[in-house]
Antibody, heavy 120, light 109 residues
């Protein structure tokens, strides 16, 4: 079955870049029937969709307005994974970050989550 | 942006009872684009219902979804001990692509 394995540092300093990677098994990041999403969850913001990447003859990205300009989601076909980079982080970016597979209009497979704390 | 509101915030029930959870959208949502998730402490959300009323693979038939337009409902016909959790509705749209409701916690009375 499809599994998503997340990795990344749990502590990031303010103004630095948050990076989390999601390794895919049982599916392909280049699948033309899926999209690969990042979502975060915090007590203050609840579940918040951040963005996605997907392949439909070429690569596309969508990003939430709330993080546009600071976020990059990149697929890596050689490693079959995708990554999240969030620049210029502040304590407000402290959250649990999830990767998830989207098929149709919902997310059917989720990673276990990475707790990221922004603190000096 | 479509805003989802869930009620009640907390539902205190006993095993065997029926749970009825509401999700209201600020604008009409296509039924195809409304989903429900269950989340237990320390775990990721799990897809329960998609397309407003279709159960995801492996989801017991005590879970059912209904509704259209701006009003959607998740019903758990008879609560099992493992059903005590937080439930979120989610809609898929244009900008942002996905929005989630604030959640309803079903806890043990």
């Amino acid at each position: 079955q499809v599994q998503l394995q997340q990795s990344g540092p749990g502590l990031v300093k303010p103004s630095q870049t948050l990076s989390v990677t999601c390794a895919i098994s049982g599916d392909s990041v280049s699948s033309t029937s899926a999209a690969w999403n990042w979502i975060r969850q915090s007590p203050s913001r609840g579940l918040e969709w951040l963005g996605r990447t997907y392949y439909r003859s070429k690569w596309y990205n969508d990003y939430a307005e709330s993080v546009k300009g600071r976020i990059t989601i990149n697929p890596d076909t050689s490693k079959n994974h995708f990554s999240l980079q969030l620049n210029s982080v502040t304590p407000e970016d402290t959250a649990v970050y999830y990767c998830a597979r989207q098929t149709s209009a919902n997310m059917d497979v989720w990673g276990k989550g990475t707790t990221v704390t922004v603190s000096s | 942006e479509i805003v989802l509101t869930q009620s009640p915030g907390t539902l205190s029930l006993s095993p065997g009872q029926r749970a009825t959870l509401s999700c209201r959208a600020s604008q009409s949502v296509s039924s195809s684009y409304l989903a429900w998730y269950q989340q237990k402490p320390g775990q990721a959300p799990r897809l329960l219902i998609y397309g407003a009323s279709s159960r995801a693979p492996g989801i017991p038939d005590r879970f059912s979804g209904s509704g259209s337009g701006t009003d959607f409902t998740l019903t758990i016909s008879r609560l099992e001990p493992e059903d005590f959790a937080v439930y979120y509705c989610q809609q898929y749209g244009s900008s942002p692509r996905f929005t989630f409701g604030p959640g309803t916690k079903v806890d043990l009375k």
